[in-house]
Nanobody, 119 residues
Framework: QVQLVESGGGLVQAGGSLRLSCAAS????????MGWLRQAPGKEREFIAS????????NYADSVKGRFTISRDNDKNTVYMQMNSLKPEDTAIYYC????????????WGQGTQVTVSS
């Protein structure tokens, strides 16, 4: 079992920045790929970014490429998402999740943190 807790969300004006954090506890000795996903009101949850264990491989959705940066500090069991040039359409609940290769799914999820971008 892995427990994930997100923080860092809030209200920001368009063009501003936020840094989300995701602290992991529990079975953190396993080498999980980590991801950030988001869900806006009335929309399905969508993939935003992922990072492998070493941090050497990162993937981004086209909608955030060039604006968001995912990173991780394995010594602190924490994953980050630096979000710059925020737009109103970035408003959503942001979730971090741990990907379990054996199942091919994001197996563990945090409770989410709200990000609201005003125009």
């Amino acid at each position: 079992q892995v427990q994930l807790v997100e923080s860092g969300g809030g209200l920001v004006q368009a063009g501003g920045s936020l840094r989300l954090s995701c602290a992991a506890s529990g079975r953190t000795s396993s080498r999980y790929e980590m991801g950030w996903l988001r869900q806006a009101p009335g929309k399905e949850r969508e993939f935003i970014a992922s990072i492998n264990w070493s941090g050497g491989s990162r993937n981004y959705a086209d909608s955030v490429k060039g604006r968001f940066t995912i990173s991780r500090d394995n010594d602190k069991n924490t994953v980050y998402m630096q979000m710059n040039s925020l737009k109103p359409e970035d408003t959503a609940i942001y979730y971090c999740a741990a990907y379990r290769v054996a199942e091919g799914i994001y197996r563990y999820w945090g409770q989410g943190t709200q990000v609201t971008v005003s125009s």
